[in-house]
């Protein structure tokens, strides 16, 4: 018994020792890098002490199942009414094709090949970015204190749906009961009234997410082979169902037809197209970064498993767009036959009150169609279908979020040094998310949900995107530039891109402003012309002053401007899916390697990089600029400066956890070790063993291993140890 029971705890450990000493190297030495043996060492074992998915698909569906929501079902919908019906489409497919899907790709190659979470991912990278991981999976968290909130409206609409048709609420007054459940309460009128039906929705949410997550993968692969695709048979049944409703195809040729090409011209469908790729495929927080770590690596085909989840998402969107439209096309014309039904004086005024089409928000899921539905024959049994597809559409995204957080407790250095269960995590985390839902329960809830959404959607997400990006085309790898041309030359061409691309953006977008300035073209012109001369002219100089002369000046051009922290991540990917023996192994730069990247359909192109380290970090950081002198101009929805700084701060504590731990690096390791090499290595290689409260043959095991003794560090099975340390 001893015997076996000592081999499992010293393979335990080794798995354990290698992550935890990944701390203690970058708590020694803050370099940018680190070795790529130790790193591949580092990587390896991770693998082999993590939870894996029983099944390849089960991952799949996992991730569809966090990107695939509520938003599918009234945001995106409301977001193509909003923007003049088919031409939102323009924007948000170029966004998924040429921002979305490529940081996605991103973000499953990191949890992939990494085999950590979003924040000791980004931390391997440089310990000076694991605030971007930080701050994504707190935003993440954050989005499930609310989120939640949505899910308990919609819980209450399905038990609400197992009564008498007279007594059912929504059937009565589907609008007045959402004000009712959701306690929608201007700014002004706020008494602190608390809503007891939604606080025990709440309980039953938040069990509900533990159950689905206590187990960790285990768990969340089992619940997911249900909640994915009954949604979509129900989301079905609704369409087919509704198509056969009068005026079912006007809602259609409103949702996908009708073209209002000025709204293209407005700023900000973009931002809003951004937020929704972001908010919908589930990137920057944390979830596919942490879902992909507990994949295989030699048996992931990332590439595929990024178009597969990036398109399943699309598709259910358009397809719950379709169940929403063909609704508000019924109603709209139910109501418009009835206003003809009055006398010819009031025909106008009564026409007016139909406007079903432009529901806002929400509304489309808690009004308009429930209002629908209760017009149809037996409306509990449509209603128990739409709400239950509400709810686990919902619960999906949510236990999704707080495993992210779940993830990051048990591999941040308290977590590698305590080893707690997955049970007591998950509870933890899920404890705190209820506590903090707290604050929507109250009358205050409705205006503090949509201020926050805003702030951490529109603001933080984005943000976080581009910090993502920044870290892996600028800063991954960056040692093999410094080591081929020279750190200066590198770090002249680096900054002096950002400085033509601040300053090109302040002008496009401060020009206009003022009573003599210039037109919106014109100035995005100005400042397109002064990027591009910024940056040309800090290209030349870095090639210039580059001390290498023993390569061409082809290649030095390339080493300095190229993608090769992203050119890192296509290599792993795209070798995971080539018979290596047989065909050697896949390497970028040559014509060869790139046309054969090109025309795979299970491969990363060359221009994955280029979208990563040049377009989405502009485009994102020109739409945060944006976002910024928006809010200053006009304040959102015209709330309270005070309401308004909640959210604000938010996002402002987004941005200090970003700079905290980029300026002081080792608040994330463990305090108690000084974290010089010699103390490392002369302590012990094993952590601290869990204290067992009765005598077993177990416990004597363990003492042979305890820090103090060192007689694991004696004999030849630590030599590995030794090599960490």
């Avoid at 923007?83 to 499953?108: C, D, K, N, W």
């Avoid at 065909?583 to 299970?602: C, M, N, Q, Y």
Wanted: aromatic share 14%.
């Amino acid at each position: 018994i001893n015997a076996e029971y000592g081999k499992q705890w010293y393979q335990r450990r080794v798995r354990g020792v290698l992550n935890y000493y990944t701390n203690y190297y970058y708590k020694s030495n803050l370099s940018v890098h680190m070795p790529a043996d130790i790193e591949a060492k580092i990587q390896d074992e991770r693998e082999k002490g993590r939870q894996t998915w029983d099944h390849p698909i089960s991952f799949i569906l996992a991730a569809v199942g966090s990107a695939v929501g509520l938003g599918n079902v009234w945001r995106f919908p409301y977001l193509v009414s909003k923007f003049g019906g088919a031409p939102f489409l323009i924007p948000y497919f170029l966004v998924l094709f040429l921002v979305g899907m490529p940081i996605l790709g991103m973000e499953l190659s990191i949890g992939t090949f990494f085999q950590a979470g979003d924040a000791d991912a980004f931390g391997s990278m440089n310990p000076r970015l694991r605030g971007i991981g930080v701050a994504s999976v707190f935003a993440g968290y954050a989005i499930t204190f609310y989120y939640c909130i949505i899910l308990t409206w919609a819980a209450v609409y399905f038990v609400e749906s197992f009564q008498a048709t007279a007594n059912i609420p929504w059937v009565i007054d589907s609008e007045a009961h959402f004000t009712n459940i959701s306690m929608d309460t201007h700014p002004d009128d706020f008494e602190g009234t608390f809503n007891w039906k939604v606080f025990v929705a709440l309980i039953v949410i938040w069990v509900l997410i533990f159950l689905c997550i206590f187990k960790g993968t285990k768990s969340t692969g089992w619940v997911v082979k249900f909640t994915v695709p009954l949604p979509l048979l129900i989301l079905v049944v609704l369409i087919i169902r509704a198509a056969f409703l009068e005026g079912s195809g006007e809602g259609l040729k409103e949702y996908l037809i009708k073209w209002d090409a000025d709204t293209l011209s407005d700023p900000t469908i973009w931002s809003e197209a951004i937020g929704q790729v972001f908010f919908s495929l589930g990137v920057c927080m944390g979830v596919m970064t942490t879902y992909s770590s507990h994949n295989k690596k030699a048996k992931t085909n990332v590439p595929m498993c990024e178009k597969a989840i990036s398109l399943s998402d699309t598709g259910i969107a358009l397809l719950g767009g379709f169940a929403v439209y063909e609704m508000l096309g019924y109603m709209q014309n139910k109501c418009e036959v009835a206003a003809r039904l009055v006398s010819s004086e009031l025909v106008t005024a009564e026409l007016a009150k139909c406007d079903y089409y432009n529901t806002k928000s929400m509304g489309l899921a808690f009004i308009a169609y429930p209002e629908g539905i209760s017009t149809l024959e037996a409306p509990q049994f449509w209603g128990i279908l739409f709400f239950g597809c509400l709810i686990m559409l919902g619960i999906d995204s949510a236990f999704s979020l707080v495993e992210v957080m779940a993830t990051f407790m048990k591999d941040c250095w308290i977590g590698l040094k305590y080893r707690p269960s997955n049970w007591l995590v998950a509870l933890i985390c899920c404890v705190v998310g209820f506590l903090a839902g707290m604050l929507y329960v109250f009358d205050s809830g409705m205006v503090m949900l949509d201020i926050v959404d805003r702030y951490i959607n529109m603001w933080g997400m984005i943000l976080v995107g581009l910090l993502e990006c920044f870290a892996v085309g600028w800063v991954y790898k960056i040692d093999n530039q410094y080591e081929k041309v020279g750190r200066r030359s590198v770090l002249i061409y680096n900054i002096g891109f950002f400085i033509a691309l601040l300053v090109g953006s302040l002008l496009g977008i401060l020009l206009p402003l003022g009573d003599n300035g210039l037109a919106g073209d014109a100035a995005v012109g100005v400042g397109l012309a002064v990027f591009i001369a910024i940056w040309l002219t800090a290209a030349a100089i870095a090639v210039i002053t580059s001390p290498a002369t023993e390569i061409s000046v082809l290649s030095k051009i390339w080493t300095i401007t190229g993608w090769h922290g992203a050119d890192e991540l296509r290599i792993k990917a795209n070798n995971c899916v080539r018979d290596t023996e047989k065909d050697g192994k896949w390497a970028p730069g040559t014509f060869a390697s790139e046309i054969e990247a090109l025309v795979r359909h299970d491969c990363f192109a060359i221009t994955f990089g280029f979208l990563i380290k040049y377009f989405s970090c502009a485009l994102l950081f020109v739409i945060t600029l944006i976002n910024i002198k928006n809010d200053i101009v006009t304040p959102y929805s015209d709330y309270p400066a005070d309401l308004l700084a909640v959210g604000q701060m938010i996002f402002v504590f987004m941005v200090f956890l970003v700079l905290l731990i980029g300026i002081f690096p080792r608040v994330m390791y463990d305090p108690s070790h000084s974290g010089k090499t010699d103390t490392m290595a002369s302590s012990s290689g094993c952590l601290p063993p869990r204290k067992l409260t009765s005598p077993s043959p177990l416990r004597h095991r363990e003492s042979q291993y305890h820090p103090k003794s060192k007689q694991l560090c004696r004999g030849a099975e630590s030599k590995m140890y030794m090599y960490i340390c």
